[in-house]
């Protein structure tokens, strides 16, 4: 049994990981980590993990791979961080931070500089490492208006790649707009992040970092250049629809997954 918030989970609950991670969540709401349109968000994910088996596919673990690889490889790489990704995966975020040097930029779509702060802090209390300051000095992403376009002059605005999750399609698009390369992870293959993305992630936020740390604990530059060369984000994203047809097909016929 596991007290969340005092709400007890049995661990021989069957969806004993997926309330955890609720639990995470709803705690990083309470914290003021996390909006409500972030909930919305995470129901929507949890949907699309339902359909993909809860696990990680072959076609995410090769976009995972060339994510990697494009951290490797970038001049200026920086993991661009909101309030659902802070809520869920510090922990991970921090260890690929430290195995790639990789920046970390906390960035939101819902922007207060109070919610910047609280999820700095969060970062930071985690671990993370090459945090830029709330106080950075700031720009703005072209074509974005409104507070949600502000982003650090020395992090996302003069990076040459981004690494992002459980994002907003209209900022995506910008990004990439701006000559950005973008990875992002979205359970969603459907969303405009999921298709105007040059690298997409189609994986759980959590199990995705996971993964690219491992990745990243062992790939040379020589095997990230074979990557990035045998990549293909559009074969990744048909795989992605492809396993999720499949499922959906085997349940309608047999009326179980
Ligand atoms: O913290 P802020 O202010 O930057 O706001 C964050 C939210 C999530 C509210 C904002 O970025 C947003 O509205 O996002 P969307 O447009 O709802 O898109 C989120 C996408 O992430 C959807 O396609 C979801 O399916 C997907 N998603 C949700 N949870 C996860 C996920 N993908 C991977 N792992 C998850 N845990």
Same mark, same amino acid.
């Not at 994910?45 to 339902?50: I, K, P, Q, R, S």
């Not at 982003?151 to 995506?172: H, K, M, N, W």
């Given at each position: ?46 949907? =699309? ?9 072959? =076609? ?48 939101? =779509? ?79 293959? =459907? ?67």
């Amino acid at each position: 049994m596991v007290d969340v918030m005092g709400h007890e989970i049995p661990r021989s609950h069957p969806r004993y990981h997926s309330l955890l991670i609720r639990e995470r969540l709803v705690e990083g709401f309470n914290k003021g980590l996390v909006v409500p349109q972030g909930l919305i968000a995470h129901g929507r994910g949890e949907a =699309f993990d339902y359909i993909l088996g809860e696990k990680t596919h072959e =076609f995410a673990l090769r976009a995972e791979r060339a994510a990697v690889a494009s951290i490797i490889l970038a001049s200026k790489p920086v993991i661009s961080v909101n309030g659902n990704y802070a809520a869920l995966a510090a922990e991970e975020i921090a260890r690929l931070a430290e195995a790639t040097g990789a920046l970390v930029e906390v960035n939101l =779509f819902y922007r207060s500089e109070e919610r910047v702060r609280r999820i700095y802090e969060h970062l930071r209390d985690h671990g993370v490492p090459n945090l830029l300051p709330p106080d950075c000095e700031k720009t703005r992403v072209p074509g974005l208006e409104s507070p949600r376009g502000i982003v650090c002059v020395d992090g996302i605005a003069s990076a040459d790649f981004i690494l992002l999750a459980i994002e907003d399609g209209d900022r995506t698009e910008a990004l990439v707009a701006w000559g950005k390369r973008v990875a992002a992870i979205d359970l969603n293959p =459907f969303s405009r992040t999921a298709q105007k993305a040059h690298i997409t992630i189609v994986d759980e936020a959590i199990r995705a970092t996971r993964n690219m740390v491992e990745i990243a604990s062992s790939m040379s530059p020589e095997e990230a250049r074979r990557v990035l060369d045998d990549y293909s984000n559009s074969e990744v994203l048909r795989e992605a629809f492809r396993a999720m047809l499949e499922r959906l097909s085997y349940a309608a016929s047999k009326g179980v997954l």
